[in-house]
């Protein structure tokens, strides 16, 4: 019966489309993944079939969303099965379940190796879509030389050698070394003269990954590609089942065109005139028909044509042709050619010369912005963005602001913050970019960035002509009902500073002005009345002569958050009454705020770097500027200005909140002595921060992106991690010159640092006065990989340098050349390959010599290839714990050891120490709370993976004493292993016991980045 | 069910077939229906500029190229290719999920959650493109069909033309249409194993394999006569679903 087959597979997924809800999926699914356990556990009576049935239902759990965490073994096993259909589910499900590096798959490589390697064409299918399905870097090198040999095979039918095209590529992208450069460039030009399709679109991929790393290689391929372009769009050459809805294989065409976009240009005129050939007739051969299938594929064509046109910079003509088919296509009902039409256009933008004719667009464009799809919206306002300047800037801006209102939460913010960069960038005259700014905080107050408004008041202080217009429309819409916050806090700002300037007006007396801005402070945030406050206290300096009764108000408000819970508040209030009493002091202090020095807006630096993240960005320039402003500070300022300043700073109880830019710094400390000598017992209170300086703040603060974090370096000046290295490596570099008839000594503890790198991969393994040696190290399974960096600090060269490695029998290793000299302050690399043989405790040592003047200096140095290098954590649980436990009876497999004089550690520090190497502790494993136990695997060539168990069985009432048994398949790693953790047990009180401490110990000795990079902290020497 | 070759249900946008054996076919509730809005509320700003800004010298491909990699986010790890092919319900019920690029489960889960939330959202008759960015990390394209209870969705980095892939998804289901006589929806429940096999036959390792339903059929033919020899699967009727 046709059922028969999986009956077991149907009706489970028929059990779990019947639960009514999750929860009785969850349940369902639980007792089957029980179920399955149970039957892996007692394999022998496990049919292939029925492997294969659970397998396959293992992959539809997965799929459901719940995670499938054993059961691999059986999976990848069913990949050595003979007949096809287990071999078939091995493939399938191991390809969708494992990670690229899982160990496991090294356990198959070579039956996948055999099964590509033998005759079997389907066997030879399904392991090559495996390893191009996972990629894995192992495969890349046991197994690439064999693919390609498919691939370029003439015995081989299309459909094996499509796939090991594909597959190759695959492995290439994992290791581009896979494929030698020099041979391959002609292979690939002989594989485009493929004639089966099939084989040629895989073949194409290829070239595409291939030429977008090194496109001089495959010049060769150039032609070729045209050659195909022409086959398929001119001369229609290719067999019926290719041709897709009447277009001969789309794809291909599509791939051709994209692998050509990947060379620079195309030189040889011949070619290039077939290809604008082609070119021009797909451009002008493709039109909007109803079938909707039909359309796509002719679309895909005609759209790659078209970015490749504007790659090859074509005449004009060309392009305004492009333009116009692309204006064609921004009106056409169907959605996915509008789509594909405006983000076209954008691109073209970048064309020189169309500007202007995608400009005539810009009606339907702008119904675009209405359109129902989502989609689409985004695409027109990109090109609206995009396709804005100076002269089309007020209808698309206007556009933007009416569409605001309308479109979507997910759009608005965008569009706001676009809007307000376009303004910004384009503005005509000042008083638009106003108009249109206020505009948008009133329309999506809640999708304006503070960046927005801090830049308005920017442009008002800086030119004076504005600050009445600006005022007067502040206060207009201070009449409105329903006011965002953040209209009041502009307002409030600009009022402020600016409303004496309409005081003449109606409506618009200091008076009026207070009123109608008290009457928001109930419902305003903190924020916003801290900003209210320092506007009160600006109306009242303003008010000349004062108006008793408007003083009295004002000063009531300020009595009345004299005590308010929120302290800058608070402060203000306090400081602002005091001030007020001062009489004409008053307009010293609160003079109107001095311009903003001129800077790029914060928004159209974050519009032009779209690379950076902003938050990478802004620590980048943050370091850039430390480092340029703080050399010549410190050499300038120290006479004159640092006094002054660390006066302050003293004086101050706290961090002052000093904006960063320097010249309002100044400004500051200017109005800030001012106001100290003013007032004695003022200053005393106020030291914290001075009411301008605050004022600053609210708009500085964060407008520089990079404000505030500038000034709390000015506090600390000389440890900026950056800026201090140089300087700290200069002093250790001066230092030692003058010991030079000395020998050489170490710095930091030579040992120290071996052991702390046993726990680590990263970190300095030796520095004397001349050089520093780091070291990294990568490890897998039982490979390594550890790089030297050898850096010489020095600004002479280091000769005769040599490095001779002594590896103990069980590590083969073998060290890169290593050069003789090392030039000055330079850095050499040196990678060194490490495979473990057997387990073993014994450590390499790295013999290592310089001369440096007439001095020679020879250190032999450990090397931190240790045995818990070759160990990854694994965790397990207890079914698969105790079987193995028992499975592993009595010496030599399983060793037992009492030892005593141990360093008494409390359980959870023991478990610390365990899992730093890498032994992972399973609590709870072991009924006896006193007691721990922690499995790993080991990795040897002689063991191969290999699990190793350790139990410690301690005496709550004597600490220094406990008993380990430690077991695993092989007496030799038992040993070992039993061994190095008693070492480690005992000889704590001299080595660092875990990476911490380890790390604290050494730190003093080196820099900090040190510890994280060695390669960090080189780099600064440089 | 009609879904012939010609009478493809939903080769276009947004023609949406459906009959009651279709309709709640599957009877979970929608897991998580309100996902599209803060879904919506995560687009960034500077995200959404990046995409604006192309370099002036035209290489704009590659370009792009380099900021993926510079900035790994999720999904993104190498470029040029097709990062997943996920096949679900209307209900958010996933019926095939293939990454390119090993994803914890979890993490897939998360994003066919997202995803769901963003096309159950769709209209009828839009585009067939969704902006990915927020949910597979940014430069990343999303294309998806509907077809009567399922969509079908290619997720791809920009390196791929986004017309060829909606071809591709057409292709994928006209083999399947093949392969299942009038494909539908219980077809792909119980043979989710098959589905597996054809996609195999088309994309591999995130690149198209072969784009010729004939051929593909082809090569599944073949591989079905394999398994028959050795007494293994076949399609399962859709009869068993209703007993």
């Known amino acids: 019966m046709a059922l028969s087959g999986m009956r077991g597979l149907s009706v489970f997924i028929s059990d779990v489309r019947n639960c009514q809800n999750k929860e009785q999926e969850r349940l369902r699914v639980d007792k089957e993944l029980g179920n399955i356990r149970t039957r892996f556990k007692n394999e022998k009576g496990l049919t292939p079939y029925e492997k294969k049935k659970y397998v396959w239902k293992m992959l539809y759990i997965y799929m459901l969303g719940y995670d499938v965490d054993f059961g691999h073994m059986e999976a990848v096993s069913l990949i050595s099965a003979p007949k096809y259909p287990e071999k078939q589910v091995g493939y399938i499900v191991t390809s969708c379940l494992l990670n690229e590096n899982h160990d496991f798959l090294r356990l198959v490589i070579n039956t996948v190796r055999n099964d590509i390697i033998g005759r079997n064409e389907t066997f030879q299918c399904l392991a090559l879509t495996m390893v191009g399905n996972i990629g894995g870097r192992e495969f890349a090198e046991s197994l690439a030389p064999d693919v390609q040999k498919l691939l370029i095979s003439s015995s081989c039918r299309p459909l094996v050698r499509k796939k090991a095209a594909l597959c190759l590529l695959r492995l290439y992208r994992k290791n581009p070394d896979v494929v030698n450069v020099d041979g391959w460039s002609d292979r690939m030009s002989q594989l485009l003269d493929e004639r089966d399709l099939g084989v040629l679109t895989s073949v194409m991929s290829l070239l595409v990954a291939l030429v977008s790393n090194n496109h001089d290689a495959y010049w060769s391929c150039l ?21 897709y809805y009447g277009i001969p294989s789309p794809w291909l065409q599509v791939k051709t065109m994209r692998a050509l976009q990947y060379f620079p240009t195309v030189e040889d005129p011949n070619t290039r005139r077939s290809l604008f050939e082609v070119l021009q007739r797909i451009l002008m051969g493709t039109d909007v028909v109803k079938n909707v299938n039909k359309n796509n594929a002719s679309h895909a064509v005609l759209f790659e044509a078209l970015a490749l046109v504007m790659h090859l910079d074509a005449e004009k003509e060309m392009m305004s042709q492009c333009v116009a088919l692309l204006g064609k296509f921004i009106a056409v009902r169907e959605p996915n050619i509008r789509y594909l039409g405006l983000e076209n256009m954008t691109r073209m933008l970048m064309v020189t010369d169309v500007q202007d004719i995608i400009k005539r667009h810009q009606a339907q464009i702008i119904t675009s912005l209405k359109d129902p799809d989502i989609s689409i919206r985004r695409r027109a306002l990109d090109l609206l963005y995009g396709m804005c300047d100076v002269t089309n800037a007020k209808d698309i801006v206007e556009e933007l602001l009416q569409y605001l209102s309308t479109a979507d939460f997910a759009m608005r913010e965008e569009l706001a913050l676009k809007a307000a960069i376009l303004a910004e960038k384009f503005a005509p005259d000042l008083s638009w970019y106003v108009d249109v700014i206020l505009q948008l905080i009133d329309k999506a107050g809640d999708f304006v960035s503070d960046d927005i408004w801090y830049r308005v008041v920017q442009f008002v202080t800086n030119n004076e002509d504005l600050q009445p217009y600006a005022a007067v429309k502040a206060r207009e819409y201070l009449d409105k ?41 109930p419902t305003v945030s903190s924020t916003t009345v801290a900003i209210l406050l320092s506007t009160y206290a600006k109306i009242l300096m303003h008010t000349q002569p004062p108006d008793p009764e408007l003083q009295q108000q004002i000063w009531a408000t300020f009595v009345k958050y004299e005590s308010f819970i929120d302290m800058e508040i608070q402060q203000r209030a306090v400081e602002y009454f005091a001030l007020s009493k001062k009489g004409a002091a008053l307009i010293d202090i609160l003079a109107e705020m001095p311009k903003f020095p001129e800077r790029q807006s914060s928004l159209l630096r974050k519009a032009e770097d779209p690379e950076i993240d902003t938050a990478e960005q802004s620590a980048l320039k943050l370091r850039a500027q430390q480092q340029q402003q703080q050399q010549p500070s410190n050499a300038l300022v120290v006479t004159d200005q640092r006094p002054v300043n660390g006066a302050i700073h003293a004086s101050s109880l706290s961090l002052v909140k000093v904006p960063s830019m320097s010249s309002n710094t100044e400004v500051n400390l200017g109005e800030h002595q001012k106001l100290s000598e003013a007032n004695d017992t003022l200053s005393k209170v106020d030291g914290q921060s001075s009411p301008p300086a605050d004022l600053l703040g609210d708009i500085f603060g964060q407008l520089a992106i990079e404000g505030p974090a500038a000034s709390s370096v000015s506090a600390e000046p000389t440890s900026g991690p950056g800026g201090a290295s140089p300087r700290a490596a200069d002093a250790l570099a001066l230092a030692p010159l003058a010991e030079q008839s000395n020998t050489v000594q170490p710095i930091g503890n030579v040992s120290e640092r071996f052991h702390s790198l046993c726990f680590k991969d990263s970190g300095v393994l030796y520095e004397d006065s001349n050089i520093q040696i780091g070291l990294k190290a990568d490890w897998r399974g039982h490979h390594g990989r550890i790089v030297l960096f050898l850096g010489n600090k020095n600004t002479s060269p280091l000769v005769s340098v040599q490095a001779l490695i002594l590896p103990p029998a069980h590590l083969k290793m073998e060290l890169s050349l290593v050069p003789e000299t090392i030039p000055p302050r330079a850095q050499v690399q040196c990678p060194l390959e490490v495979v473990n043989l057997r387990p073993s405790r014994d450590v390499a040592v790295l013999d290592f010599s310089y001369k440096f003047g007439t001095t020679v200096v020879n250190v032999k140095l450990r090397l931190p290839a240790v045995l818990n290098k070759f160990l990854l954590p694994v965790t397990m649980t207890a079914e698969e714990f105790f079987p193995q436990w028992r499975s592993l009876a009595g010496p030599p497999l399983k060793l037992q050891e009492v030892i005593r004089g141990v360093k008494p550690l409390s359980l959870p520090e023991m478990a610390n120490l365990f899992n730093s190497f890498q032994l992972s502790v399973a609590p709870g494993l072991d009924p006896n709370p006193n007691n721990l136990v922690a499995s790993t695997t080991f990795f040897s060539e002689s063991t191969r993976a290999m699990v190793c168990l350790v139990r410690i069985e301690t005496d709550p009432s004597d600490r220094t004493q406990l008993r380990m048994t430690v077991a695993s398949g092989d007496a030799t790693l038992t040993f070992e292993m039993k061994e190095f953790i008693k070492d480690h047990l005992v000889t704590i009180p001299t080595a660092p016991p875990a990476p911490l401490p380890a790390a604290s110990q050494v730190q003093p000795a080196v820099s900090p980045t040190a510890l994280t990079d060695p390669g960090a902290l080189l780099v600064g020497l440089l | 069910m009609e879904m012939g070759a010609t009478g493809l249900r939903g080769g276009g946008t947004g023609e949406r077939g459906g009959d009651g054996y279709f309709r709640g076919s599957d009877r979970c509730p929608p897991p998580f229906p309100n996902i599209s809005l803060c879904l919506a509320a995560t687009s960034s700003p500077t995200a959404l500029i990046l995409k604006s800004n192309f370099s002036k010298d035209n290489k704009h491909w590659k370009k792009e190229v380099g900021l993926y990699l510079a900035k790994p986010r999720e999904i993104v790890q190498s470029c040029n290719m097709i990062q997943a092919v996920i096949v679900m319900n209307t209900q958010g019920k996933p019926r095939l999920v293939k990454f390119y690029n090993f994803l914890p489960v979890e993490k897939q889960q998360e994003l066919i959650r997202n995803l769901y939330g963003v096309l159950c959202s769709r209209a009828e008759n839009v585009s067939n493109f969704v902006q990915a960015d927020a949910i597979f990390g940014p430069g990343t394209r999303l294309v998806y069909k509907h077809y009567a209870t399922l969509y079908f969705v290619f997720v791809f980095d920009s390196c791929e033309n986004d017309l060829a892939m909606l071809d591709l998804i057409q292709v994928f289901v006209e083999t399947l249409d093949k392969c299942f006589k009038n494909v539908c929806e219980l077809d792909i429940v119980f043979n989710f194993n098959k589905m597996h096999t054809i996609l195999d036959e088309i994309v591999v390792g995130g690149q198209v394999l072969e784009t010729s339903s004939t051929e593909v059929m082809k090569a599944i033919d073949d591989i079905t006569k394999m398994e028959k020899s050795s007494n293994a699967i076949s399609l399962v009727p859709k009869t068993v679903s209703s007993r």
């Open chain 1, 223 to 243: 032609p070729k590609c045209v050659k195909i372009l022409e086959r398929l769009a001119r001369n229609h050459d290719v067999p019926q089942e290719y041709t």
């Open chain 1, 481 to 521: 009902p329903a006011l965002h916050e953040t209209m009041v806090k502009v307002s409030a700002y600009i009022l402020g500073e600016y409303s004496h300037l309409l005081s003449r007006r109606p409506g618009c007396g200091p008076k009026d002005i207070f009123n109608i801005l008290h009457e928001k402070l």
